[in-house]
């Protein structure tokens, strides 16, 4: 008895460690493909602003050194300091800041009223003003270029931040991304809310609001991102020097310092680098809000 019973555990060992099915290789072709595509794309990506960082660097007299040097002999942030000394490039830091803060937040406003009239309301001429926003997506910016100068101008906003800000609030893709993200939502929880003696007002900015955070946190940086990056407008629209942003101060700084590569690249860089702040803070919500756009829409 003492035999069996002790031998009956070791086969049940045996048996619970045997695999009940094929095992799956770790490492298949495609997950090997996949992952070097991946590093591939990174090393595309880094590969620029790793020259960038190495070039502001460097002395000035070894950016025009032949045979060109990735690492620099001589470490020194000279260019950082020459570029901070000029004083411009923090007025143009603050002006970038409240442009791109201004149309964020007015373009949030206006993106979510008009995609939840197109997804909630039915009204005439809805098929139609949906199509012209459709049809708007497909015009190039450039083209109002002129008409929108002029009317800043008849306005006198011309060298003002609501002159750079205003043409920018109107975004066609933002509102139909989150008319997509709203038609997605369940109504029921609108009756609810109606139920309660919530007007529609207080259902679009205390129900619709809060349940589409992921998708506005992910409008909100892209256009945040544009606006920074937006160069043709602001200097379109603006001829005093105080009043530049970011990427119209950096052409100046090109034009200004001619082969001083060691600080342009420094300016770049300065430039860059609340761009990349922002997207590692909120890499998370960008996915998240990309993903839940495709899924509801």
Do not use: C
């Amino acid at each position: 008895m003492s035999t069996v019973a002790g031998t009956a555990p070791r086969s049940t060992r045996t048996m619970s460690s045997t695999p009940s099915g094929p095992v799956q290789p770790r490492f298949t072709f495609a997950k090997v493909a996949i992952v070097v595509g991946g590093v591939l794309l990174a090393i595309v990506w880094l590969v620029p602003l790793i020259w960038a960082i190495d070039t502001s660097l460097k002395p000035e007299a070894e950016t025009t050194r032949i045979p060109i040097t990735w690492w620099p002999t001589d470490s020194t942030t000279d260019a950082y300091r020459s570029v901070l000394d000029q004083g411009s490039i923090l007025r143009w830091f603050l002006n970038s800041t409240i442009v791109a803060v201004l149309v964020t937040a007015l373009t949030l406003i206006v993106s979510v009223l008009a995609a939840y009239g197109f997804s909630r309301t039915t009204f005439p001429g809805r098929r139609v003003l949906f199509g012209l926003l459709i049809a708007g997506i497909l015009v190039p910016p450039q083209v109002l270029i002129v008409p929108l100068f002029q009317e800043m101008t008849a306005l006198g906003l011309v060298d003002t931040y609501w002159g750079v800000v205003l043409p920018q609030v109107v975004a066609p893709v933002m509102v139909f991304v989150l008319k997509k993200f709203f038609d997605g939502v369940s109504r029921d929880y609108e009756d609810a809310a109606r139920v309660d003696g919530a007007s529609r007002w207080r259902i679009v900015w205390s129900v619709m609001v809060p349940m589409s955070r992921p998708i506005m946190v992910a409008v909100g940086i892209f256009t945040f991102i544009g606006a920074w990056n937006n160069f043709l407008w602001p200097f379109i629209v603006t001829t005093d020097p105080s009043m530049m942003t970011i990427p119209v101060g950096l052409a100046n700084v090109q034009g200004s310092y001619g082969l001083r590569y060691a600080q342009i690249m420094a300016s770049a860089v300065l430039g860059g680098l609340p761009l990349l702040v922002v997207y590692a803070l909120f890499q998370r919500h960008v996915i998240r809000g990309v993903g839940d756009a495709g899924i509801k829409g």
